[in-house]
């Protein structure tokens, strides 16, 4: 089964779930998740009707957006941003003044063990969406 006819399936399949939970199918929204795919097969499912892509690793993010793999879709950032990973983020983000500092740092960040889990609180969100960063 090519990429497009998998996408297409995952597309019905979405669909269908909308309709059987009584929604409208173009309330749900399908992220592509690029993990570990090349710029190529990015490209793939962009034109295979992929309109939103998600990216968890920023080094990735980064060799693809150099490679304009992204072109045509949406881009977000999933999942969490590791401390020693937000300067490269900070890279994404054009136009910015440097110094740029995120708005809260994860929890257990800067080797404080009693910030977050250990002390019973949830880590903060850093970043939920690339098109944050610029």
């Keep these: ?14 669909a269908a779930a909308a309709r059987q939970a009584g929604r409208e199918p173009s309330e749900v929204t399908l992220v592509a998740a690029t993990k570990v795919q090349t710029s ?8 295979a009707g992929v309109t939103i892509c998600g990216e968890n690793r920023v080094q990735e993010m980064t060799a693809h957006l150099d490679d304009d793999a992204y072109a045509g879709a949406a881009l977000h950032f999933i999942g969490h941003l590791q401390t020693n990973k937000v300067r490269q983020g900070e890279a ?10 995120p708005p809260c740092a994860p ?6 063990p009693s910030r977050g889990r250990r002390a019973g609180r949830k880590p903060p969100v850093f970043c939920k969406n690339a098109s944050a960063l610029c």
Aim: glycine fraction near 14%; charge should be positive; avoid cysteine.
């Design 40 to 47: 190529d097969t990015i490209r793939q499912a962009i034109a």
């Design 107 to 112: 929890a257990g960040a800067h080797g404080n």
């Design 92 to 101: 994404l983000r054009p136009g910015r003044p440097g110094g740029w500092q």
């Design 1 to 14: 089964m090519s990429l497009a006819e998998r996408i297409a399936l995952v597309n019905e399949k979405i």
